[in-house]
């Protein structure tokens, strides 16, 4: 059974960091790309981050670039993480872990196949 299941969201003021998990399996994520995603209230899901399978290329949203990093473990079950670093409040949404298919990183949300239910970030002004 696939499964993504996200991790470490939650209410923070703004000007602080969180960190995000996201515990992969079920398949060999080891060899998939993966990425964080966000969608606001009212908002489209939009792109945030994104990794090659091996960690290399990362890759992140203009607005993102900067604070946050992507990271992964692939040393048993594939962990994804994304450090958060000067929150602001427009960082406010449910953040989705991803997995596909494929080498390298993308901001594509259709090159990814499986999704996790996502975590709530809150960051209060």
């Known amino acids: 059974q696939v499964q993504l299941v996200e991790s470490g969201g939650g209410l923070v003021q703004a000007g602080g960091s969180l960190v995000l998990s996201c515990a992969a399996s079920?398949?060999?994520?080891?060899?998939?790309?993966m990425a964080w995603f966000r969608q606001a209230p009212g908002k489209e899901r939009e792109f945030v981050a994104a990794?090659?399978?091996?960690?290399?290329?990362?890759?992140y949203a203009d607005s993102v670039k900067g604070r946050f990093t992507i990271s992964r473990d692939n040393a048993k079950n594939t962990t994804l993480y994304l450090q958060m670093n000067s929150l602001k409040p427009e960082d406010t949404a449910v953040y989705y872990c991803?997995?596909?298919?494929?080498?390298?990183?993308?901001?594509?949300?259709?090159?990814?196949?499986?999704w996790g239910q996502g975590t709530q970030v809150t960051v209060s002004s």
């Open positions: 991803a997995a596909g298919r494929g080498t390298y990183s993308s901001s594509a949300a259709r090159v990814y196949d499986y």
């Open positions: 990794i090659s399978w091996s960690g290399s290329s990362p890759s």
């Open positions: 079920g398949r060999t994520f080891s060899l998939y790309r």
